[in-house]
């Protein structure tokens, strides 16, 4: 009797020592099925994502690290077409989003902003359109964010001052408006950064030129 006691009580502390890993593989493969579900994949780049799979890192284009979370995604230049999915600002230790290079459009999700390990967001060459979140200002590990050939609207958000960390922006070739921001990291970027946006104006000169003007209609 005290050994089937014993026994039983082993298999319980395997199965708690083991449930948040499983829990976690769940969480986020069912947040990139979701990105699945969403868009169209002519050359079938997305067939070994199958939901039936415990384990997400098991998926081509898919890396993670030692405790089993997604902190990759490679799909640069795979012809996918659809919108991207709010599902993807679960994946809280995805360090690189490559997305760059396809034909997704509709607009980038707020819910990005919550993908505080991200270090780089490429989405350009895209045919994404509406404004660039406020929220991305909250990606405090941010170095890289590339969303140049887009159709992106409004105006650069001013919160994005506070990104420290960033190294490259570039958002040109959009339909941009309004000023462009001139402190924190943004001291630091070209005008190649922010070119062939007609309805942009910049940089912004503080004390004389004010954040909202400019045509932003």
Same mark, same amino acid.
């Given at each position: ?86 599902? #993807?600002?679960? *994946?809280?230790? =995805?360090?690189? +989003?490559?997305?760059?290079? $396809?034909? @997704?459009? !509709?607009? %980038? &999700? ?49 919160? #994005?001052?506070? *990104?420290?960390? =960033?190294?490259? +922006?570039?958002?040109?070739? $959009?339909? @941009?408006? !309004?000023? %462009? &921001? ?36």
């Amino acid at each position: 009797m005290a050994f089937r006691i014993l026994f039983h009580l082993s298999l319980l502390f395997l199965h708690l020592l083991l449930a948040p890993r499983g829990i976690n593989a769940n969480f986020e493969g069912d947040a990139l099925y979701a990105l699945r579900r969403a868009v169209k994949d002519p050359d079938n780049v997305l067939q070994s994502w199958d939901p039936t799979l415990v384990d997400p890192c098991t998926w081509f284009h898919v890396t993670c690290d030692g405790d089993n979370r997604v902190t990759r995604l490679d799909l640069g230049n795979a012809k996918l077409s659809g919108n991207l999915v709010p599902e #993807l600002g679960r *994946l809280a230790r =995805l360090q690189y +989003l490559e997305l760059y290079m $396809n034909n @997704l459009g !509709g607009a %980038i &999700p707020a819910e990005l902003g919550g993908l505080k390990s991200l270090i780089s967001l490429d989405l350009y060459h895209n045919n994404l359109t509406g404004p660039i979140p406020a929220s991305l200002s909250d990606l405090s590990a941010l170095r890289f964010l590339r969303l140049n050939g887009n159709r992106l609207t409004g105006r650069i958000p001013r919160q #994005l001052t506070k *990104l420290g960390n =960033l190294k490259i +922006l570039d958002v040109s070739n $959009n339909d @941009l408006c !309004g000023t %462009i &921001p001139s402190t924190g990291p943004f001291s630091k970027f070209g005008e190649e950064s922010f070119a062939n946006n007609p309805r942009l104006e910049g940089p912004e000169l503080m004390g004389f030129v004010r954040y909202d003007v400019g045509s932003c209609n």
